[in-house]
């Protein structure tokens, strides 16, 4: 007979329960767009409505490794998320800001600092 989960990570060690949720952080960190659509507990149907399109055309942006970020901000915003791109660099990362939509404006040359916004702080 299975046991539910909840009562076999209770009788996990610490160290054991503190390896899982790293794991489990790596595998949530980096995952294909189906897996994270499963993930929030949607099917391709239902996102389909939310985004006003087929079926089918949920399963073809899954599948796709180009797109608009335009088309994968919509995708993840339909999700309930917000989409963010960094650029990772050796000495710090920067969340890239000309994808969102900024209402600042700014004198010639002179670029607010949120514009280029360090996410490492």
């Known amino acids: 007979m299975s046991k539910p989960y909840s009562i076999l990570r209770e009788k996990m060690k610490p160290a054991a329960r503190k390896k899982a949720a790293e794991k489990t952080k790596a595998l949530l960190d980096a995952m294909p767009l189906q897996e994270l659509r499963h993930a929030r507990n949607l099917s391709q149907e239902?996102?389909?409505q939310i985004l006003s399109v087929k079926q089918a055309?949920?399963?073809?942006?899954?599948k796709r490794t180009d797109m608009y970020?335009?088309?994968?901000?919509?995708?993840?915003?339909?999700?309930g998320g917000d989409l963010e791109i960094i650029a990772k660099f050796p000495d710090g990362s920067v969340q890239i800001s000309q994808f969102e939509?900024?209402?600042?404006k700014t004198e010639r040359g002179n670029f607010p600092k949120f514009w280029l916004k360090d996410?490492?702080?």
């Open 57 to 62: 055309a949920v399963s073809k942006l899954e």
């Open 69 to 79: 970020i335009s088309t994968l901000r919509n995708f993840i915003k339909a999700m």
């Open 119 to 121: 996410v490492t702080s």
């Open 46 to 48: 239902q996102l389909a």
């Open 101 to 104: 939509n900024i209402a600042a």
